[in-house]
């Protein structure tokens, strides 16, 4: 997944409700229309903090989708 910052590219809607970095890559947790995501970026020079609005577009490749247990 892309994050940008909110208005910048199309895509899904989101809030930032938790934002980790964790040395080479950040953890987030997005609200959105689709539920809560848990997202891994390995993009560390753009971290959004909590809070921060996003849109969120899907990577042509990469990209593992994995439902809740």
Request: glycine content about 10%.
């Given at each position: 997944?892309?994050?940008?910052?909110?208005?910048?590219?199309?895509?899904?809607?989101?809030?930032?409700?938790?934002?980790?970095?964790?040395?080479?890559?950040?953890?987030?947790?997005?609200?959105?229309?689709?539920?809560?995501?848990?997202?891994?970026?390995?993009?560390?020079?753009?971290?959004h903090p909590s809070g921060a609005k996003v849109s969120i577009t899907l990577r042509s490749y990469g990209v593992s989708?994995?439902?809740?247990?």
């Amino acid at each position: 997944m892309n994050l940008h910052q909110s208005g910048t590219e199309k895509g899904i809607s989101g809030t930032i409700l938790k934002s980790l970095y964790l040395g080479d890559h950040l953890e987030y947790t997005i609200e959105c229309e689709l539920g809560n995501l848990f997202v891994i970026d390995n993009e560390i020079e753009n971290q959004h903090p909590s809070g921060a609005k996003v849109s969120i577009t899907l990577r042509s490749y990469g990209v593992s989708l994995i439902p809740e247990s």
